[in-house]
């Protein structure tokens, strides 16, 4: 690899690590201040509510200026957010500005690798970045979870500085310190992220043509035969996917009677299970063949309704792994489907960032859907039941629609799966 992956690399792992790390410690702040519970699975649509905002612009702010420095400034914006929470500010308003940095980092750290690499290393590249990306949820939740638990927060907050009274006095607060210097340290590799040759694209002056073009764009994968069912599928996973990770933890402590610490560790191993499912789906699924994936998703719906069924560590373990690993199979191949059929129609930065803004929408849609069921207190149990009913019935909509889509419109679907299948070799 080029002489300036590895501070990429680096850069974006500390981010990521941070970033899930403080979900944790955001969920311990408002458990710990008695926020009402319906505030908890909220965090996620304030996270995603920046992504959804503004994606018509963040990919021309990422091109305006150097990348490794968009990343510094998004990390920047990071800082705030955790400074903000740490000294008093609402822990949503707080970790919208969090989410508000990691909409602005995302397309710099896609973008800087088609700068820095050449295209024969682009997927390799991906490949790392997904990879360590799986890492550090799974390394950030756990960490989150442990810095708020028995065992190190109590040395944290017996480490106050003479003659100063910092006014850290909750396990999340001193968790929250511990990540702000994880923020600064991938702020130091950022300084470090080598300048490329690409020119800049300054931003446009009227920021409306910037709406229109991304209309378009939007407009334009979904009226495609493939490309609408491998995004309507992506983005039911990764709204699926982005509301899990704070669900979970309710579920555990309704369920398994756990504390933020130890539901952290169980949020992790859905991911394991993602991971896994990812590694097996890359090596024996074809590009030609994704759609045949997708009654995986109504089987998702399905497992997380039998999340209510169980009450024992030693079922749950092995059922979440299941739950990623249906979720990771059927993520890979459509993910795949979805990046060639937005390279064919539009090219892959546009491409991307309508896929980022769909994606996004869905987790706050979802997110939005869940907390609401909680701020009418209906359980988490019944919560849950709703929320995978709803799931499962949407991927099975898609299912139909992509059946459909073969009996009324074969020709164009036949042609369409003949080039992905002359491309995917």
């Known amino acids: 690899m080029k002489k300036g992956f590895s501070t990429i690399m680096s850069a974006q792992f500390c981010s990521s690590l941070a970033d899930n790390g403080l979900t944790v410690a955001a969920i311990e702040l408002l458990r710990s201040s008695q926020a009402p519970s319906w505030h908890v699975p909220v965090l996620a649509v304030v996270f995603a509510l920046f992504y959804v905002v503004l994606a018509p612009f963040l990919g021309a702010f990422a091109d305006a200026i ?30 919208s500005i969090v989410g508000l940095g990691a909409a602005a980092y995302s397309p710099a750290k896609y973008g800087i690798l088609t700068e820095l690499l050449p295209p024969s290393q682009l997927v390799k590249a991906n490949g790392w970045i997904e990879g360590l990306t799986i890492a550090s949820v799974i390394l950030g939740t756990v960490l989150g ?30 968790a929250i310190c511990v990540l702000l210097f994880v923020y600064a340290l991938a702020a130091l590799f950022n300084l ?23 209309s378009r764009c939007n407009a334009r994968l979904w009226s495609d035969k493939l490309g609408q069912i491998s995004l309507a599928t992506t983005t039911m996973f990764w709204g699926v996917g982005g509301n899990l990770r704070i669900i979970v933890f309710p579920w555990a402590a309704a369920a398994l009677g756990y504390s933020t610490t130890q ?15 990812a590694v097996v789906a890359s090596m024996r699924m074809r590009l030609d063949r994704a759609t045949a994936v997708i009654p995986l998703g109504v089987l998702m719906g399905v497992l997380l309704m039998g999340l209510n069924l169980i009450r024992d560590l030693y079922v749950a373990i092995p059922f979440l792994l299941l739950l990623g690993a249906a979720g990771g199979y059927l993520v890979v191949p459509m993910n795949a489907l979805l990046q060639h059929r937005g390279h064919n129609l539009m090219g892959a930065g ?3 960032a ?12 979802l997110g939005a859907f869940y907390a609401g069921m909680t701020r009418f207190e209906l359980s988490a149990f019944a919560a849950i039941t709703v929320f995978g009913l709803v799931v499962a019935g949407i991927m099975e909509t898609i299912r139909r629609w992509h059946r459909r889509n073969l009996l009324q419109h074969r020709d164009e679907v036949e042609r369409l799966l003949v080039i992905a ?5």
């Not at 769909?358 to 706050?364: F, S, T, V």
């Not at 299948?421 to 070799?425: A, C, I, K, P, Y």
């Open 350 to 352: 546009r491409s991307i």
């Open 263 to 277: 539901a952290s560790s169980l949020a992790g191993v859905v991911s394991i299970g993602v991971a896994a499912g």
């Open 421 to 425: 299948r002359t491309d995917g070799h």
């Open 66 to 95: 150097p990348k490794g420095r968009v990343m510094l400034i998004s990390n920047g914006i990071k800082i705030v957010g955790c400074l903000l929470m740490l000294f008093g500010g609402h822990p949503l308003l707080a970790y």
């Open 354 to 365: 309508v896929q980022n803004f769909n994606e996004q929408a869905c987790i706050l849609a």
């Open 145 to 174: 979870g442990q810095l708020v638990g028995p065992h190190i927060a109590p040395v944290l907050l017996g480490l106050d500085l003479p003659f100063v009274d910092t006014g850290v006095d909750m396990p999340a607060e001193a």
């Open 192 to 214: 470090y992220i080598p300048r490329t040759d690409a020119p800049l694209q300054p931003l446009p002056s009227n920021p409306l043509w910037l709406v229109r073009d991304f």
